[in-house]
């Protein structure tokens, strides 16, 4: 088992980054209702069904659902899409805060939207 860094998708270690909520290039952004990471210990929720790993964690902002990335061996997250048509994803690994965007092949980060105020 090798635990080497693997590149989230293909966002190398500087992805072009949008940040705000004017994303341009994704029209998606009204469906994003989940921003927030469901509390750990996180989980990809169908490998933990068929007893399956994961490399990286993905959650799907739509309905919350955690999935795993493409660089495991189910890509669930990516599945999802397919199967749900929700097609922004966040990073629900620790520190990374970016979004992805499974359409328009865009990543950006969100505002904080937990900010009080404005
Ligand atoms: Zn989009
Ligand atoms: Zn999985
Ligand atoms: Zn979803």
Redesign the pocket.
């Known amino acids: 088992m090798s635990k080497r860094g693997q590149r989230p998708f293909r966002l190398s270690g500087a992805p072009e980054l949008i940040y705000g909520c004017g994303v341009a290039g994704c029209s998606h952004l009204s469906s994003i209702h989940v921003t927030e990471l469901p509390p750990p210990p996180l989980g990809?929720e169908?490998?933990v069904k068929i007893g399956?790993r994961?490399v990286h964690l993905r959650m799907c902002h739509e309905c919350g659902k955690i999935?795993?990335c493409d660089n495991?061996p189910?890509?669930?997250a990516t599945a999802h899409f397919h199967e749900a048509g929700h097609p922004l994803i966040r990073s629900a690994e620790p520190g990374e805060e970016w979004s992805w965007c499974y359409v328009d092949e865009v990543a950006f980060l969100l505002e904080d939207t937990s900010a009080p105020g404005r």
């Open positions: 990809c169908e490998c399956g994961w999935g795993c495991s189910n890509r669930h």
